[in-house]
């Protein structure tokens, strides 16, 4: 739990809650934010008959200083009483996300701009990709960028650095902004739920360095993207958001490369935003995703 913050109004968390499915689960979840003295700005729930587990995410705001010992106190005695994972968040402190590019930045250029205007509640301590091509646009933005190229035969080391910069800054969550370089089975295995990757099409679909052009020759009538959480299974992580567009014969696979490379900026947006909003449970190989 981190050190909570004054959010003007009062001090403001966000509980999230995954446990086995039973009866007065709200009900204990909100008499304890009661005693806290503690106003329900939002919460939603969902109890799963598939898996018999309940996940909940309440948004809470209280009129005076909060004490975060009795805060703590609460959340163990819910876990405990509950059989939950009940975790506390501070809704204002600034996620830290890594960001990955390679030589496409519609993506990256999305989300540096939804950085700089506040519309994504991030800090971008580093840019990493395995070409120059953005340095001057991510250092314009004062971010440190860091080239780490790689090979076939410099894998390793290339992710033995990412792994430096990722302890260095602390990062909580690495984007993969249009990177295009798989990664290994210990990278993905080593950080389960903390990469997000951006895929150009909806999966499954056509794979490949051509997916438009794959599109265009099949006639497909809709195209999309699909952010999803990396695994060591190539593009079958779990899906956290997907966009798309009909489209018809008379677009050229230009055109679509272009509308879905709009898609895929704002799918990647979306999916990244309630990633960092604690919106998102991930169970095995599917998603829950809270509004």
């Not at 996300?97 to 509640?121: A, K």
């Not at 992710?159 to 798989?182: C, D, F, G, K």
């Not at 051509?210 to 993207?225: C, D, F, L």
Request: aromatic content about 6%.
């Amino acid at each position: 739990m981190s050190a909570l913050v004054d959010g003007g109004s009062g001090r403001e968390i966000v509980l999230t809650l995954s446990g086995p499915d039973r009866r007065g689960i709200v009900h204990a979840v909100t008499g304890a934010m009661v005693r806290l003295g503690l106003n329900i700005l939002d919460s939603q729930q969902f109890g799963d008959p598939s898996t018999g587990e309940f996940h909940l995410r309440m948004h809470l705001q209280g009129e005076t200083v909060l004490d975060e010992g009795a805060l703590e106190g609460e959340r163990a005695r819910l876990a405990a009483e509950l059989g939950a994972d009940v975790s506390i968040h501070d809704p204002h402190q600034p996620h830290r996300l890594l960001v990955m590019v390679s030589r496409q930045g519609h993506v990256l250029n999305d989300l540096l701009f939804r950085v700089r205007t506040g519309q994504l509640n991030v800090v971008v301590p580093a840019v990493v990709s395995n070409h120059e091509d953005f340095r001057a646009e991510v250092e314009w933005h004062g971010i440190p960028f860091h080239h780490v190229p790689v090979t076939r035969e410099t894998k390793p080391q290339a992710e033995a650095r990412l792994r430096e910069i990722i302890e260095a800054e602390q990062v909580e969550t690495v984007a993969l902004a249009r990177y295009m370089q798989v990664l290994s089975h210990e990278m993905c295995t080593d950080f389960p739920g903390r990469i997000i990757n951006i895929h150009h099409s909806l999966l499954p679909s056509f794979k490949g360095a051509r997916p438009y052009s794959q599109a265009h020759e099949r006639g497909v009538k809709v195209i999309g993207a699909t952010a999803h959480y990396v695994t060591a299974d190539l593009d079958e992580g779990p899906i956290i958001e997907q966009d798309f567009r009909r489209v018809d014969h008379r677009m050229s696979p230009a055109q679509l490369a272009a509308t879905g490379a709009e898609l895929e900026a704002m799918a990647f947006g979306r999916a990244l935003r309630w990633h960092v909003e604690r919106r998102v449970v991930l169970r095995g190989r599917r998603t829950i995703v809270f509004d």
